[in-house]
């Protein structure tokens, strides 16, 4: 096939910006045609493998010192050198990539498996293994789509490796000392924020000037983070802000490399990320210790108000003032408790203790005594004779026996005159005493007693009962006259 007739085909994966010279192809080399050593004429001239390989390599290199290639890495892999060996390919063709050490620094995104990258690069030959190569001087993503995508996986590996854990976020001073500022020198966020602070309160503010976007921007953020980290104690700041204005998706990449984010990881001094608007979030973001909107709310977070702090002081002053009066009343009132009594009114309450244990003792002694003289006289009547015993014995039955005569007479005498008594209660009220005052009562021959007339008219005959005997009385059933009066007749019987 004629080279000159090579046509590269433009895919939206792969893209070669260069023209093919038609004088690279009109000199053919001799060494190309095969020919014998025996057969070479005179004049002609003998390539060696080096020589052809070389001049190859000279001429490619001129021929292409410039090319953009769009493709996706794959093969990616560093050497132990520093250099970065990878291959950029498309639906139909692979070349291969060499990024060397010296150029990695100027790097705004970290190569990985994958991603669709433009490369700027020159190509060469690589005469030891007869292949051709790009050497990419530097590169950008091709598309938003994989610098998201890039992002992506990215932000998932570092929140997989635990750097954005809330366990690990550092607490804010109170009231810094000294506060560092990771920004541009030249604009308005750094004005803005020492505007701030000096309108809050004054503090100072060390400021580390750093390039915020562009290739070399997040080395040196990295740079300058880690570098306030080796101050010596006395001069170290006590909270770095790490400010940027606004700006579009691709000016805040420098806040989403790993390096950057890293460093803010790994400070020991408390950061705070002011990147962009309060829109705008980077992956410094989530691993600094607290995220402020805007530069301008970075530095209200990092210092309080001063006229809050002496309205607050003052009302503390004015409180513990109340608190160390309420403190000194509170130990006068305990002092005054402290004081002690009158001799007389301690001695007399433990005086009167003491009698009242003297006569529980001295009850306790007797109680104590009588038992052990009851034991010691019951040892001692098991060791005396029978005879003597028999004794003693009938001397106590006799007291026994007369102690029992005088029981029984005192209760004799007691129920004697309970019954006395009894009789006399009877007597007063019973019914004789009142039918010997002229009172009778009415009775039927069963013995009940009748209430009324017409119960009594009732009856056959009935009995009234006076104090002195009883008369039988029978009704007279009769009529009875107009005139006669109302009241029943009886007659005796």
């Known amino acids: 096939m004629d080279p000159r007739n090579v046509t590269h085909k433009e895919s939206p994966s792969s893209i070669l910006n ?39 390599k000279k001429r490619v290199e001129t021929t292409f010192a410039a090319v953009c290639v769009r493709g996706e890495i794959s093969n990616l892999r560093q050497h132990s050198s520093g250099h970065i060996y990878f291959a950029l390919k498309d639906d139909q063709a692979v070349l291969d990539a060499v990024y060397w050490k010296g150029a990695l620094r100027a790097r705004r995104v970290v190569l990985e498996e994958g991603l669709e990258v433009r490369c700027w690069a020159q190509l060469t030959t690589y005469p030891a ?109 006590d909270v770095l802000i790490v400010a940027r204005g606004g700006g579009s998706f691709e000016d805040l990449l420098p806040f989403n490399e790993e390096n950057v984010v890293r460093a803010v990881f790994d400070s020991a001094i408390p950061v705070i990320s002011a990147i962009g608007h309060e829109t705008d979030t980077t992956l410094i973001d989530f691993a600094a210790d607290i995220r402020a909107p805007t530069p301008t709310a970075a530095a209200e977070l990092v210092v309080p108000r001063r006229h809050t702090l002496l309205s607050n002081l003052a009302t503390l002053y004015h409180q513990l003032g109340q608190a160390l009066e309420r403190y000194a009343d509170k130990k006068k009132h305990c002092l005054h408790a402290c004081i002690m009594p009158p001799v007389w009114r301690i001695t007399g309450i433990k005086t009167q203790e003491l009698d009242h244990y003297t006569d529980k003792l001295t009850t306790h002694m007797y109680t104590v005594l009588r038992a052990s003289y009851a034991y010691f006289t019951k040892v001692c009547f098991r060791l005396w004779s029978p005879s003597e015993r028999f004794l003693i014995n009938d001397q106590h039955i006799k007291a026994l026996s007369a102690a029992q ?89």
Not at 206 to 233: C, H, S
Not at 461 to 481: E, L, M, N, Q, W
């Open 18 to 56: 260069f023209t093919l010279e038609e004088s690279f192809f009109e000199e053919k080399p001799a060494a190309c045609r095969v020919t014998r050593h025996e057969d070479l004429s005179d004049g002609e001239k003998v390539f060696s493998v080096s020589e052809l390989s070389f001049s190859l």
């Open 129 to 237: 293994r007869s292949k051709y190569q790009l050497v990419v001087n530097h590169y950008e993503l091709a598309g938003q789509g994989a610098l998201l995508k890039m992002l992506e996986d990215r932000k998932q590996r570092l929140l997989h490796e635990g750097v954005f854990d809330q366990k690990h976020k550092k607490k804010l001073p109170f009231l810094p000392r000294k506060i560092g500022v990771v920004t541009s020198p030249t604009g308005a966020v750094l004005r803005d924020i020492l505007h701030r602070i000096a309108d809050r309160f004054p503090i100072s503010v060390v400021v580390w000037p750093v390039l915020v976007q562009g290739e070399e921007a997040a080395f040196q953020v990295a740079e300058a983070v880690r570098r306030f980290n080796t101050f010596p104690l006395r001069n170290r700041p």
């Open 405 to 493: 005569m005088k029981a029984m007479g005192v209760l004799f005498e007691t129920q004697k005159t309970a019954l006395r008594h009894a009789v006399d209660l009877l007597e007063k009220v019973s019914f004789a005493r009142l039918l010997k005052r002229g009172f009778a009562f009415v009775r039927s021959p069963d013995g009940s007693v009748i209430a009324s007339a017409a119960e009594a008219q009732r009856k056959e005959r009935f009995d009234v009962v006076f104090y002195d005997g009883t008369c039988t009385v029978a009704p007279i059933k009769g009529k009875r006259s107009k005139s006669a009066s109302k009241q029943e007749k009886f007659v005796w019987t």
